[in-house]
């Protein structure tokens, strides 16, 4: 793929002299969904499927742009203080330009291996590459955590999305064979090697558009504040959601009175509780246990959380039906994008081709699966 990158470059900006090359993986979340920007714990894992870069400073003050996943725009080319919104990828490095401080001309390609709208965390991917990208033609790669909290601030200040650390934390920090207890109030990690002993693990797209995803993403945290509200109006006080253990659910939940913010605020103390056990169980060699929580974590977004929708579900219950199952959720945002499920190794291949059929019979088009790597983070090549 970098080949293909860096021939694009050539065809359009003339040469390689001076450029840098860069991958930016994705990620899949194994369990802790929404709970990131309720200060909880999550596990995700860096996958080899992300976003090659071919870049460098062209001493002017533009920015020439293409990516190859949006050849149909052609080359991007604006001003570097240029922050106007266009509704393109193009905000978005407008937004690392400005967020990042570096203001300087670049030429750059760039070409994503994950697919759009997939939920593995493209945008992501692609921000905190640029981001590493831009630091290093500046002489000074900014990485790990920084890199993270920078490319969050891209996405909540300039992007208007709410969301949490979890993806640009992974997609910075990410190792190879292994999963990253987070602790997304302290930023505090742990890895934890992923060894799936005699399983393996499907990632299953639901190839649905998706939209208005971010505005139901920000309506979900939105819930979450209006929980901490009312508890803080009775003289509780957290800072976030995922402070509060089991021992004071009982007593905090009958100070709500909607049904929908329990059903909230009822996910995100026990995705959580979750979320440790998983990493335990996965830390001892205990799949089976993980596949449980796995599908719980999967019910309790569908019911309590609401953010699976028609698509997920079906491709979720559907691998479930299915011989040598341990376990299936989905994984990122939902509403929409990737499910994984957890098989005995052997049974894979069949159970795919059963869920295609059942899929492709209750929604009218077919899922897609993806084969990964768990991979490093954010680097240059
Ligand atoms: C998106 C956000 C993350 C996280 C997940 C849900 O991927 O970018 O911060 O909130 O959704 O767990």
Do not use: W
Request: proline share 2%.
């Amino acid at each position: 793929m970098l080949e293909k990158v860096k021939t694009k470059f050539v065809e359009l900006f003339g040469n390689l002299d001076n450029t840098k090359y860069f991958f930016s993986p994705g990620r899949i979340n194994i369990i802790g969904e929404h709970i990131d920007y309720n200060g909880g714990m999550v596990l995700p894992c860096a996958i080899d499927i992300g976003t090659y870069f071919v870049a460098r400073k062209n001493n002017t003050n533009k920015i020439n742009a293409y990516s190859m996943q949006f050849a149909e725009l052609g080359v991007l080319s604006f001003d570097v203080y240029d922050e106007n919104h266009t509704k393109n990828y193009s905000d978005f490095i407008k937004g690392i330009v400005k967020i990042f401080d570096l203001h300087f001309g670049f030429d750059m390609v760039c070409c994503g291996t994950i697919p759009h709208s997939s939920g593995l965390s493209s945008s992501a991917s692609f921000c905190t590459g640029l981001g590493f990208a831009l630091s290093t033609l500046n002489n000074n790669p900014i990485s790990g955590t920084n890199l993270a909290l920078l490319c969050k601030r891209v996405e909540n200040e300039h992007m208007g999305v709410n969301s949490g650390i979890m993806d640009q934390f992974i997609i910075a920090n990410g190792i190879e064979n292994g999963a990253l207890l987070l602790n997304c109030n302290t930023l505090e990690y742990k890895t934890i090697p992923f060894d799936l002993k005699d399983n393996v693990l499907i990632i299953a797209n639901t190839n649905k558009k998706r939209q208005l995803t971010d505005s139901k993403y920000n309506e979900r945290r939105a819930e979450c504040d209006e929980i901490l509200n009312i508890f803080s109006n009775n003289g509780y006080k957290y800072k976030y959601l995922c402070e509060i253990n089991e021992n004071e659910f009982d007593k905090l939940i009958s100070l709500i009175d909607k049904d929908n913010l329990k059903k909230r605020f009822r996910h995100v103390v026990s995705e959580n509780i979750r979320t440790i056990k998983a990493s335990k169980a996965l830390e001892n060699g205990d799949i089976k246990l993980l596949g449980e929580l796995l599908t719980q974590s999967h019910m309790s977004l569908k019911d309590d959380y609401e953010v699976t929708g028609k698509e997920l579900d079906t491709l979720v219950l559907n691998f479930l039906k299915q011989e040598g199952c341990i376990g299936a959720r989905m994984t990122g945002a939902g509403f929409g994008g990737c499910g994984i499920a957890l098989f005995k190794k052997g049974f894979e291949i069949k159970a795919m081709e059963k869920v295609k059929e059942l899929y492709l019979k209750d929604i009218g088009y077919e899922p897609s699966f993806y084969q990964v790597k768990i991979s490093g983070g954010t680097k240059e090549i």
